[in-house]
């Protein structure tokens, strides 16, 4: 066995194809040579992947970002990032590379990135998977906030749900419905594109906080939520007790200092058997009971 290890360890490191491990912070804890060069890596270096992502990108060094804003680059990447047990896509690096990038991730956290040079296709090839992976990008993406939406929420729930068959699945995990306090009165009073600045600002105000296994998205007006896979309900509270009152004193318009908002939330526990559709609604049916509370608060169903 240790010869077999020692072998392995021998190929990953001569090996061309680029190879990545990630702890759950989303820390780079491994990475082969070839990665290290490719995305301009010190050996003894174990940096964030987003900050990596913004080192390099004022750089000018490793993965190329098309964007006009890298901040909003950063929190749509980071709302599909290791939400899924397997992932797969295109990208390209400064040298003029394209890499075949696969994401695989187990239950505690821990991705394993496997990157394939494919910069010998042919360009029309290329053109038609980038174009497959744009459209694919896109339907799961909420086009004002950057984070994903719907379809890839219920998508990420009907995953965890699906979790709930294995022998071993221990605890399987929570979901939270969030929602602005009076966000009607906020458009009324200062206009809609105000009220898009205050969604985009929890968007981004809440990304930061959640895991990198959780999954945060937007569902539909001022409503989103919240997956927590492997979580507990305490666990969960503690979370989501957290965004609720960074939120409550975020001051998040610079030309209207006095300006604040808040959120409230409900969070169930999933149960065996349970349908997507009956966990979103003990979930909803919390965050009823805490508007009718007062909102700006928590509320857990049984």
Known sequence: MNQISERLAELQEDSAVLIALYDQEDRLRYAN???RSTYAIE????????ELMRRNTRAGKGTIIRTADFEVWLVSAQSRRGKLPFRAFETDVVDGRWFWM??????????????????HLKQSERDVRQDRDFALRASQTDELTSISNRRFMMAALESLIARQGSANAGVVGCICIMDLDFFKRINDIYGHQFGDDVLIDFSRRVQPVIRRRDSFGRIGGEEFMLILPDTT???????????IGMVRGARPIPTVPSFSYTCSAGLAELR??????EVYARADEALYHAKQSGRDRLKIVA
Not at 233 to 243: F, G, K, M, S, Y
């Open 233 to 243: 309900l305490a666990q969960a509270e503690l979370i989501v007790d957290r965004i």
């Open 102 to 119: 696969t994401e695989t991730v187990q239950k505690d956290g821990w991705m394993l990135c496997i990157a394939s040079d494919i910069t």
């Open 33 to 35: 040579p070839a990665f």
């Open 43 to 50: 050996p003894d270096e174990t940096p964030l992947w987003s």
């Open 272 to 277: 065996p058997g349970e349908t997507a559709r």
